[in-house]
């Protein structure tokens, strides 16, 4: 089981410039979470998916947009990067209820110029 | 508005003492907790988590505490390995949310 997979795991953009950052997991988890972390800030909920085909906005929304197609992946995107987007992002899965763990992927660090 | 503070942003500690994490938290509709650890470079790693009908779990060196009535929680790790030398994350999540809430980190270090 390769767990929680993120691609790419390092990018530097342009201002302006878009992309997509790839989650997969191989665990069939029902939920799905993109996260960011910032100095002292912690982990901040982007979006999170309870299943395939489902989105919703977490705390942090603004500029991203989500797609939950496969049940197994869960892509995040910035259709016009700034500055402010630079940032390390972490993909996460879990079962969904009962259970609340989560488990993450290795993380994205994300370089807007 | 922080609703889980770690207010503590490093600790150092000597190989083979307890190190002592701290949380608070400040939503009463919290019911479930949990410590997550994480290296340079990798994704956070779940550790130990406790319900709040608890207020004691253990799991090996790593045992966490829950105080509901201060809205705290804390995590022991008895005694301290310099593996242990990570940022640890307290995390928080209301019943049937299934989204967690997390504090600042605390970047814990053992030393020789």
């Known amino acids: 089981n390769a767990g929680v997979t993120q691609t790419p795991k390092f990018r530097v953009l342009k201002t302006g410039q878009s992309m997509t950052l790839l989650c997969a997991q191989d665990?069939?988890?029902?939920?799905m979470y993109w996260y960011r972390q910032d100095p002292g800030m912690g982990l901040r909920l982007i979006h999170y998916?309870?299943?395939?085909?489902?989105?919703a906005k977490g705390e942090v929304p603004d500029g991203y947009n989500v797609s939950r197609l496969k049940k197994q992946n869960f892509l995040l995107g910035l259709e016009s990067a700034a500055p402010s987007q630079t940032s390390v992002y972490f993909c996460?899965?879990?079962?969904?209820?009962?259970?609340?763990?989560?488990?993450f992927g290795p993380g994205t660090r994300l370089t807007v110029l | 508005d922080q609703q889980v503070k770690q207010n503590s942003p490093s600790l150092s500690v000597q190989e083979g003492r307890i190190s002592i994490l701290n949380c608070d938290y400040t939503?009463?509709?919290?019911?479930?907790f949990l410590w997550y650890k994480k290296y340079p470079a990798e994704g956070p790693t779940f550790l130990i988590s406790?319900?709040?009908?608890?207020d004691k779990n253990e799991d090996g060196r790593f045992t966490v505490f829950l105080n509901k009535s201060a809205k705290h929680l804390s995590l022991h790790i008895v005694p301290s390995q310099p593996g242990d030398s990570a940022v640890y994350f307290c995390?928080?999540?209301?019943?049937?949310?299934?989204?967690?809430?997390f504090g600042q980190g605390t970047r814990l270090t053992i030393n020789p």
């Open positions: 406790i319900s709040s009908i608890k």
């Open positions: 998916s309870v299943g395939e085909g489902t989105t």
């Open positions: 939503n009463s509709m919290f019911d479930y």
């Open positions: 995390a928080a999540e209301i019943q049937g949310a299934q989204k967690l809430v």
């Open positions: 996460a899965s879990s079962w969904g209820p009962p259970a609340v763990t989560q488990y």
């Open positions: 665990m069939n988890h029902e939920y």
